[in-house]
């Protein structure tokens, strides 16, 4: 009889190596976004004699107070929160509501209804985005709040990941609280509802960040300045002060309009590893 079998696994160099790689591609994602933040703690004056500045003191907040000192900005950044808010809520209760109908509930054309819903999936935005502002026009919704968040509400991926998620909870805990004299909306709120809070977390983060960020509809439906969302009007005033305010105030502006969903994904993404790692064994 030989020895008994050595356990199999990395060697020491190997996991080192490992890190070592992990490493340097974690500095090549987060070198622009240092470099950025470096631009914008510099004097303009400085960066139009030698960008190579950002390297060495002495660096300034004043990018941030000129931002700060426009008061359209905080008009802006509200904005920006109420629409992705809005949002948010509405993509997380009506994919919940539609997620939960197409896994639990038995209707016809459900199969049919649930193909169309994919089939949104393959719709880009930009095919439908001159019907979507004759529409908004026709309502008078331009300029509006429901203007801007309204279209975010059709989110077909939603809807395709709380069907899933709601299709991997076992089926008997419904029975169960049916049988104890529930109805299918408490069973919704208070048994399956909680079970999902992973999957809602990773849909809400994501819509969030997808409606802070969004440029183009914003662009197209707010034509008033005091409607602007943060992107729209980030950008206006880059086209109207860029060569006077220099490189240094165009990235405290990029900064500043990235700093809340940052936040938003620094606090939230434990929810998203939980939501990855339970679709996993699932």
């Not at 960040?209 to 707010?222: K, R």
């Amino acid at each position: 009889m030989s020895g008994s079998a050595q356990p199999v696994g990395r060697s020491p160099w190997e996991a080192r190596a490992g890190f070592a790689v992990m490493v340097v591609l974690a500095l090549i994602m987060v070198l622009p976004l240092l470099w950025t933040l470096g631009l914008s703690l510099k004097a303009n004056n400085e960066l139009l004699r030698d960008t190579g500045s950002v390297f060495h003191g002495p660096y300034t907040l004043e990018n941030y107070g000129s931002i700060l000192r426009r008061a359209a900005v905080f008009r802006w950044l509200g904005n920006s929160l109420l629409v992705s808010l809005c949002t948010t809520l509405g993509v997380l209760t009506l994919s919940s509501l539609a997620g939960y109908g197409f896994a639990r509930l038995e209707f016809p054309g459900r199969r049919w209804l649930f193909a169309l819903v994919l089939f949104g999936l393959a719709v880009p935005e930009q095919s439908v985005i001159i019907t979507r502002h004759q529409m908004f026009s026709a309502l008078h919704l331009h300029n509006t709040y429901p203007g801007l968040f309204l279209p975010g509400l059709s989110a077909p991926f939603g809807v395709f990941l709380m069907t899933q998620y709601f299709k991997a909870i076992p089926v008997e805990l419904d029975e169960a609280a049916l049988l104890d004299g529930a109805s299918r909306l408490r069973v919704f709120w208070s048994v399956l509802l909680p079970l999902t809070l992973p999957a809602q977390a990773t849909l809400g983060i994501f819509t969030f960040l997808s409606s802070w960020n969004d440029y183009w509809w914003p662009l197209i439906s707010a034509t008033r300045s005091e409607m602007f969302t943060l992107t729209v009007g980030v950008a206006s005033s880059q086209i109207n002060f860029a060569q006077t305010s220099g490189l240094g105030f165009l990235m405290a502006q990029a900064v500043f309009a990235s700093a809340p969903i940052l936040a938003v994904y620094v606090v939230f993404q434990k929810y998203i590893v939980r939501a990855v790692s339970g679709a996993a064994v699932r």
